[in-house]
């Protein structure tokens, strides 16, 4: 199974933004549906952004709206979220997942997959 590992979380304030990264096993973005999901406390996972082999993006855009950017660099195997004008309600757990290739899917059953997570604290 690919090890994920998130790094990029940490404490901002509203407005700010923060660059999350997974670094994957060697050629697991070549391949593999890459996604981000978070958890707040109390809530259940939600997804929140993914990226398919061939660079084919998802937002869940009933929070993203247009705020979030999902990319990739295949050389380093590494995944990115870049987030911009945090708010509050962003404050969450943020995981990267794994999935076969294919569209990206909102559905976390499909990621077989998952990081540790990182925390995203948005807070004044």
């Known amino acids: 199974q690919a090890q994920l590992v998130e790094s990029g979380g940490g404490l901002v304030q509203p407005g700010d933004s923060l660059k999350l990264s997974c670094t994957a096993p060697?050629?697991?973005?070549?391949?593999?549906?890459m996604a981000w999901f978070r958890q707040a406390p109390g809530k259940e996972r939600e997804f929140v952004a993914a990226?398919?082999?061939?660079?084919?993006?998802?937002y869940n855009e009933d929070f993203v709206k247009g705020r979030f950017a999902i990319s990739k660099n295949n050389v380093k195997s590494t995944v990115y979220l870049q987030m911009n004008n945090l708010k509050p309600e962003d404050t969450a757990v943020y995981y990267c997942?794994?999935?076969?290739?294919?569209?990206?899917?909102?559905?976390?059953?499909?990621?077989?997959?998952w990081g540790q997570g990182t925390q995203v604290t948005v807070s004044s």
């Open positions: 997942a794994a999935a076969q290739p294919g569209s990206p899917s909102r559905d976390p059953t499909s990621y077989e997959n």
């Open positions: 060697r050629r697991t973005t070549m391949w593999y549906t």
């Open positions: 990226i398919s082999r061939s660079d084919t993006t998802a």
